[in-house]
Nanobody, 124 residues
Framework: QVQLVESGGGLVQAGGSLRLSCAAS????????MGWFRQAPGKEREFVAG????????YYADSVKGRFSISYDNAKNTVHLQMNSLKPEDTAVYYC?????????????????WGQGATVTVSS
């Protein structure tokens, strides 16, 4: 069973950048399709980005397209979420998730393993 641990969250001003990392133990991340989700206070969890394990194809929510980038770092058994041009509305707890299935899904229930979350706060 794979365990996931996020890191890299913090406080940043609007327009700034952060890189979140999701490190795995107990499994090789490149064998899983990965997703990042976020949950803002008082809101439901939402899909942010995903990467397909077979071909590395990436998918993004419209709200982050062009600003966020998801990637595998196979040497470190880690998945990154590079976040640029951050906005106050990006403030949330960010979770990485792994699924055994092939396709990227935008529904959290389709993922098998989850990290504990990393808090991102963007000030205006």
């Amino acid at each position: 069973q794979v365990q996931l641990v996020e890191s890299g969250g913090g406080l940043v001003q609007a327009g700034g950048s952060l890189r979140l990392s999701c490190a795995a133990s107990g499994g090789t991340l490149s064998r899983y399709t990965m997703g990042w989700f976020r949950q803002a206070p008082g809101k439901e969890r939402e899909f942010v980005a995903g990467i397909k394990r077979s071909d590395g194809r990436t998918y993004y929510a419209d709200s982050v397209k062009g600003r966020f980038s998801i990637s595998y770092d196979n040497a470190k058994n880690t998945v990154h979420l590079q976040m640029n041009s951050l906005k106050p509305e990006d403030t949330a707890v960010y979770y990485c998730a792994a699924r055994i299935g092939l396709e990227v899904r935008d529904t959290g229930g389709r993922y098998d393993y989850w990290g504990q979350g990393a808090t991102v706060t963007v000030s205006s």
